[in-house]
């Protein structure tokens, strides 16, 4: 976008290179033709803005491409990897990304091997970097199952850990848990029709209401079911699909404020913000 500004362009084209071997999702998101608003017919673009736009034209590649084209090329490219490399991380376990991001907040501890310097500059400025780093892939920290205390239910342990959470922090969540409750007990929600069969056979008390009547195409029969209570506990494959109490505690305890791990996208205000903070450091450059 400033690069976009800065020249004075008419069209800006930004190429992403990404590997869908990661996800299906990102498979989808290339490939789909109903999946967002795109450059002409080309599927894999993506408009940013009204004249910025991204292309992936590569985004087949899997793990072992990359490293050949690295090393017959000799093309530039991040040289922690080799620190992973040699510190025996698993190659699907290789991410440079913000280490207090949820899905790598785990990994925080390599910083105190791969890199001591920046890791004492963590400690020092950040509250919590040397827990995140013992516990970041734990239970205490919604990761490997999270565990209920003796003497709760799951809905009485979100409500304690909301008691124990700062007073911004826990009117966020309330306001997305409030959201989640009302789509679940008054709108309904559409679930796989097998996710559905787990749950009748485990006795949970919900309606039938139906396909959904949405445009979205499914690869997989779905129906919307509306629950009567909102469940303590769903021990099912597909946990994280279905609503629940123990879903909350697990949102809560890896720090989740936007609630992905629930199934949430970023509302309008939290875009917004983003975008104050972005247009406010773009000053600094």
Known sequence: MAFHRE????????????????????????????????????????????????FYPMYDWLFEDIWRANAKFELDYNHLYDLYYQAGVPYKSMRVANPFHQCGVHSLKLYQALEPATWGKLVGRVNGANFAALYGGTAAMGYRGAVLPKGHTWKSYVEFLLKTSPEETRKVYLKKFKS??????????????????????????????GPPTNKRKYKQRYEVIRFKDYPDDVPIKNFRLVPSYKRMCITILKNDTSCQYMGFGQTKDELQKKQEAMEKWETFL
């Open 7 to 54: 020249k004075e362009v008419v069209r800006t084209a930004v190429l992403v290179g990404i590997r869908a071997q990661e996800s299906l999702n990102r498979y989808n998101a290339v490939t789909c033709e109903e999946t967002f608003s795109r450059f002409g017919t080309t599927n894999y673009s993506h408009r940013i803005s009204q004249d910025v736009f991204n």
């Open 180 to 209: 989640s409750m009302d789509y679940w007990m008054k709108t309904g929600g559409a679930l796989p029709e097998n996710v559905i069969d787990e749950l009748e056979e485990l006795g949970s008390d919900f309606e039938r209401l």
